[in-house]
């Protein structure tokens, strides 16, 4: 049997603190699962925050979507440690709207969600993207010729449209 400081630990805490650490392992699961598909605040929000940047509702339901794709659905570290909505990297070769980095991948940091949405913005505008979308395809399929972006296209396709019908029921 284990010994603690001199005390034995009986079979009966040994078999709790293992089901304590099961039961806490399967919350965290079920809780990361219910942010990944269950539309938030914070996604409402940055809609309203899009539209109020000058975004068409169209583009703005599309950027939203992209942004909870990018973000785990606003629970990645790096969108929490950030204000980081699209995974952007300190730009190079564009005039950006970040205040450099905070971490060693050199993601963009952002002092609100609005100047993460204004640096997509100059992103658009600088890859000549500003232009009217159809659905997310359309939009995915031209940031994709970009080089916004290094997972499959069909996958990143997938993960925005989910998104976006989860905010929107479309």
């Not at 603690?4 to 079920?30: A, E, N």
């Not at 564009?94 to 050199?106: A, E, L, P």
């Not at 000549?128 to 995915?140: E, F, G």
Request: charged share 20%; with cysteine.
């Amino acid at each position: 049997m284990p010994v603690r400081h001199g005390h034995i630990i009986s079979p009966g805490q040994v078999l709790f603190l293992v089901c304590s650490v099961c039961w806490y392992l399967l919350l965290t699961l079920i809780n990361r699962r219910i942010s990944m598909t269950t539309p938030n605040e914070t996604g409402r929000k940055v809609f309203q925050l899009l539209c109020d940047a000058g975004f068409s509702i169209d583009m703005s339901k599309i950027l939203t979507a992209q942004s909870a794709h990018e973000t785990s659905n606003f629970s990645s570290p790096v969108f929490k440690r950030n204000n980081n909505l699209f995974g952007m990297r300190i730009a190079t070769s564009r005039k950006q709207d970040s205040q450099g980095d905070t971490d060693k991948d050199s993601y963009a940091n952002y002092s609100s969600l609005s100047q993460s949405i204004s640096d997509i913005g100059l992103y658009i505008k600088a890859r000549q993207l500003d232009k009217v979308y159809n659905s997310c395809d359309d939009y995915v399929d031209a940031i994709h010729q970009k080089g916004y972006f290094e997972a499959s296209l069909e996958e990143y396709k997938k993960e925005v449209n989910r998104f976006y019908k989860l905010y929107f029921n479309a």
